[in-house]
């Protein structure tokens, strides 16, 4: 018997409830990965309430694997803060598409805009870049050689022309745009290293005249804790219809993405994944939850306190072995689990290397059961807690009771005690066995 079918017996067999405790320790451990990957406090404080109260509740309890239900229900919960369905970008009904692009400086704006565009031009789109950023010397130039890269126009003012004024450059870029026939149109602005009262200022008259259809809010995805002070910042200023989380690549762990969507209830609408054009795509609230979900290993740490519970059940179990109270009554409780086994044998069948698992329960034989649990329960209380009183007058009584032969309640009482005492050896060493299905 491999370990791991051991394992899965193990964990198929259990069918309590997780204590209170089981799910506490869970819920401190989610709200320590997710304070690891970075997400807001106050966000992992309210999203750990909500999982714990759902963990405490009926789903959990009547599910037949309770751990494997909490991780769902982590799951679940992760993809709703981040926005449930894949949120599109949109466009336009009739005429040019004006997105927007807002966010601190070195956040990935320009980047985003080579990005995006070259994207775009894929899917058959005709984008313009406007170069609205004259904060930093040569950030007209860097949108300049991203538009080559991605093969996109580009409306910038003339080099050389001092400082010019931002929200015109904006204004005339779309005006550009819609004049020739350019179906998107991009405008990158500036971004200062921290949030700036005359940024907001500047990035929202921008918005003002040229009335994007998007606004998109890019945030880098490394920021850590400062991801919710700079989006609220930046939906107070200027306000986005959606965000792109940045530099996801990396060490970055996700948790901005959680922190944003959360404090700021806007979609995130792509992801980029690395400094080439290429490494750029729509955002997708599951896959970013397992992304999560992976961090700090929750899955492990749901699992190991599933086995903490299961190890509490099998000591109490060994204490009965080791202290000869193993009774008749244990012995049928032991044997109806495998009736409940019995139903999930068709699911097993379907799950990889559960091939030798399914035919120890094919050999189990319903009417055996049945046969046992009749027997049983024509035995006194007296009987039942102690074998050794089973006399021949009695064996015969049992056997009239519960419509058997005196050879099968022998053959039982046969089968439990031989059960018993070894288990009791095992109870010493390792998992005790299930009486009746001889060594699995
Ligand atoms: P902006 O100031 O917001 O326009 O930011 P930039 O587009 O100039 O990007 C700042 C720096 O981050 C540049 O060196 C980019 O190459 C880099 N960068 C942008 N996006 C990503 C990304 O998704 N992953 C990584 N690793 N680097 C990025
Ligand atoms: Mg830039």
Do not use: C
């Not at 599910?63 to 970008?89: K, S």
């Not at 179906?183 to 918005?207: C, F, H, N």
């Not at 749901?302 to 009554?329: P, V």
């Amino acid at each position: 018997l491999s370990d791991r079918l051991a394992d899965t017996f193990k964990n198929l067999r259990k069918k309590g409830t997780l204590s209170a405790s089981d799910v506490d320790g869970t819920v401190r451990e989610i709200r320590r990965a997710l304070i690891q990957a970075d997400v807001a406090f106050d966000v992992v404080k309210e999203f750990t309430g909500r999982v714990r109260e759902r963990a405490l509740g009926d789903e959990v309890n009547k599910a037949l694997n309770p751990a494997q239900q909490v991780v769902q229900i982590v799951n679940d919960e992760l993809v709703q803060i981040l926005g449930g369905e894949q949120r599109r970008l949109e466009f336009a009904k009739t005429g040019t598409t004006i997105i927007m692009l807002a966010g601190l400086q070195g956040a990935g704006k320009t980047t985003l805009a080579g990005k995006l565009s070259k994207w775009l031009i894929k899917e058959g789109h005709t984008p313009l870049l406007v170069a609205a950023d004259l904060q930093r010397p040569n950030a007209v130039t860097q949108l300049g050689v991203v538009a080559e890269q991605a093969g996109a126009a580009i409306y910038a003012p003339e080099p050389g022309n001092g400082v010019g004024d931002p929200v015109k450059v904006a204004k005339d870029g779309v005006a550009y745009a819609e004049r020739n026939q350019h179906d998107v149109v991009i405008v990158d602005t500036a971004g200062r290293l921290g949030i700036d009262e005359e940024m907001m200022k500047q990035a929202s008259k921008i918005r003002a005249a040229i009335n994007p259809h998007e606004v998109l809010f890019v945030i880098d995805a490394m920021i850590g804790q400062d991801a919710v002070n700079t989006a609220k910042a930046f939906q107070e200023g200027v306000d986005f219809t959606g965000v792109v989380l940045s530099k996801l690549d990396g060490d970055a762990r996700g948790g901005a993405a959680l922190s944003v969507a959360s404090v700021t209830g806007r979609p995130i609408i792509f992801a980029s994944t690395g400094e080439n054009l290429d490494d750029f795509e729509p955002f997708y609230p599951d896959r970013m939850a397992s992304r999560i979900l992976d961090l700090g290993d929750i899955l492990t740490l749901i699992e190991q306190a599933q086995s903490a519970f299961d190890e509490e059940e099998a000591m109490k179990l060994a204490e009965k072995f080791a202290t000869d109270t193993f009774t008749l009554d244990d012995f049928l409780k032991q044997m109806q689990q495998l009736r409940n086994m019995g139903s999930i044998k068709k699911m097993m069948g379907m799950l990889p290397g559960m091939g030798q698992m399914k035919e120890q329960l094919d050999n189990f034989d319903e009417s055996e059961l049945n046969r046992t649990e009749a027997i049983i329960q024509s035995m006194t209380r007296a009987e039942r807690q102690n074998s050794k009183l089973l006399n021949g007058s009695r064996r015969l009584r049992i056997a009239r009771g519960s419509g058997s032969t005196v050879t099968e309640v022998n053959q039982l009482v046969n089968r439990f005690e031989q059960a018993a005492k070894m288990m009791k050896t095992m109870a010493k060493g390792g998992m005790p066995q299930i009486p009746g299905m001889g060594p699995i």
